[in-house]
C-alpha cells in the first residue's frame, strides 16, 4: 500500500510483491496529480523515492522533504511517512531489502540522483517482481546502492517538533511562510516567555525559530520555483523583502544561486 492515485481508481498500488521479491532491490513507478495526498504508511524494506517529474512532499514524525528532480528522499525500514504531490508528479518508488539498507545512511535524508542513478531507477521500476531474474537484474540493484553510498545528503530537511504546540506553531508556519509575526508576538499567542518559546523550540528541533522559519521559507520558495513563479514573486510570496537577501540565503542554504538551481531543471 501507499501509492494509491485517481488513475487508479483511487486503489491502491499493491506493494506486496515489491517488497517480498527475491531481488534484493525492487522499484514501481506512479503518477498523482497535484494535490495528491498518500496517508502515513510504512515499508519493510528500506525506501527511496524519487519525483522524475514534478516535486514531492515527504513528511514524517521527524521531519519533512521536499524533492526536486534532481534529488531523492531515503528512509530507513519501517519509518511511517505520507507523501503530498504540490504539482502533478511521477513518482519512483525503490524498496531495498534491510541487509543493503544497511549500508545506506543511518538518518533519513535527501541524496543526490546522478544521472547514473537516474537511469538505473528508471531500469529497476520496470523489472518484474515474482519471475526469473537475470543476474543483470540484481546488478542494477548494488550499482544503485553503491552509487547512493557515494553521495552526501542534500540541505533539503526540515525538523519537525514533537512539543505540540511547537508543531501547531510550524504548522502555522509552513501554511503563511510570508507571515511576518516575530518570536515575540508567537510566544504572546502562546501565553510563554519569549525566552521559553525559544528554548522549547530549540529544545523539539535542534535549531532557533529563526533558522528553522529562514529554511521552511527557502523550501516553500523551491517550491514555487518549481511550479515556474519567477524568481522575484517565488522570494516575496515565501517570506523575503527583496530579491538580493532571498538569493544571498538561497545560495548559502543550498550551494547555487535561484537562477542557477532554475538552471538546472
Same mark, same amino acid.
Given at each position: ?21 527475491? =531481488? ?8 498523482? %496529480? ?33 524533492? *526536486? ?5 531515503? !528512509? #530507513? ?26 549500508? /545506506? ?18 531500469? !529497476?521500476?520496470? =523489472? ?14 548494488? =550499482? ?13 530537511? /526540515? *525538523? ?7 508543531? #501547531? !506553531? ?19 499567542? !502562546? ?7 525559544? #528554548? ?12 528553522? #522559519? ?43 544561486? %535561484? ?7
Amino acid at each position: 500500500m501507499g501509492f494509491a492515485s485517481p488513475e487508479r481508481g483511487g486503489h491502491a498500488l499493491d506493494l506486496q510483491q515489491a517488497e517480498s521479491s527475491a =531481488l534484493a532491490v525492487t522499484g514501481v513507478v506512479q503518477r498523482y %496529480p497535484a494535490g495528491h495526498v498518500v496517508p502515513m504508511h510504512h515499508h519493510r524494506r528500506g525506501h527511496l523515492l524519487y519525483a522524475l517529474e514534478g516535486v514531492l512532499l515527504v513528511e514524517a514524525d521527524s521531519g519533512q522533504w521536499l524533492l *526536486p528532480p534532481t534529488a531523492a528522499v531515503w !528512509l #530507513r525500514p519501517g519509518v511511517a511517512h505520507s507523501l503530498t504531490a504540490t504539482v502533478p508528479v511521477c513518482v519512483h518508488g525503490i524498496f531495498v531489502d534491510q541487509a543493503l539498507a544497511a549500508a /545506506l545512511p543511518a538518518q533519513d535524508c535527501v541524496l543526490h540522483i546522478s544521472p547514473l542513478a537516474r537511469e538505473l531507477i528508471a531500469a !529497476l521500476v520496470q =523489472l518484474p517482481h515474482h519471475t526469473s531474474h537475470a543476474p543483470r537484474d540484481a546488478l542494477l540493484g548494488a =550499482l544503485l546502492v553503491e552509487e547512493l553510498k557515494a553521495v552526501s545528503p542534500l540541505p533539503f530537511y /526540515l *525538523p519537525w517538533p514533537e512539543d505540540a504546540q511547537m508543531r #501547531r !506553531l510550524c504548522q502555522a508556519l509552513v501554511q503563511a511562510p510570508q507571515e511576518q509575526s516575530s518570536a515575540e508576538d508567537w510566544a504572546q499567542r !502562546l501565553a510563554m516567555s519569549s525566552k521559553t518559546l525559544q #528554548r522549547r523550540f530549540l529544545k523539539s528541533t535542534g535549531m532557533n525559530l529563526g533558522q528553522w #522559519r529562514q529554511k521552511m521559507r527557502l523550501m516553500a520558495s523551491v517550491e514555487l520555483l518549481l511550479q515556474g513563479r519567477p524568481i522575484t514573486q517565488a522570494a516575496l510570496e515565501s517570506g523575503y523583502q527583496s530579491h538580493s537577501a532571498y538569493s544571498v540565503a538561497f545560495k548559502k542554504q543550498f550551494g547555487c544561486s %535561484p537562477s542557477g538551481f532554475v538552471g538546472r531543471l
